[in-house]
Nanobody, 118 residues
Framework: VQLQASGGGSVQAGDSLRLSCAAS????????MNWLRQAPGKEREFVAA????????YYADSVKGRFTISRDNAKKTMYLQMNSLQPDDTAVYYC????????????WGQGTQVTVSS
């Protein structure tokens, strides 16, 4: 399964963005769809995840209550709705498929830049 992330951009603090991650194939029902991010000079970090089958979601504490992960199985697309964006959210955002939440990745998207200015 190949992934294509999109939707990044430059916004002001407090604004919203929605990222999309389109899959070229169909993930298995056991797969977990993840969003991760990497800020300049920092290690890549987990942001959110959702199972391809089912409704359970997972969030990093830093984005809980502001970001919402969702998916549309018919469109084979995952989304990350980001509200109340802050400068600390500035990073390249990646989507990835894994067999465990936040780990054991088997496929990555190319990344999309999100820049939040104060």
């Amino acid at each position: 399964v190949q992934l294509q992330a999109s939707g990044g951009g430059s916004v002001q603090a407090g604004d919203s963005l929605r990222l999309s991650c389109a899959a070229s194939g169909r993930p298995y029902s056991s797969h977990i769809m993840n969003w991760l991010r990497q800020a300049p000079g920092k290690e890549r970090e987990f942001v959110a995840a959702i199972r391809w089958s089912g409704t359970r979601t997972y969030y990093a504490d830093s984005v809980k209550g502001r970001f919402t992960i969702s998916r549309d199985n018919a469109k084979k697309t995952m989304y990350l709705q980001m509200n109340s964006l802050q400068p600390d959210d500035t990073a390249v955002y990646y989507c990835a498929i894994s067999t465990n939440v936040g780990g054991d990745f088997i496929s990555w998207g190319q990344g999309t830049q999100v820049t939040v200015s104060s």
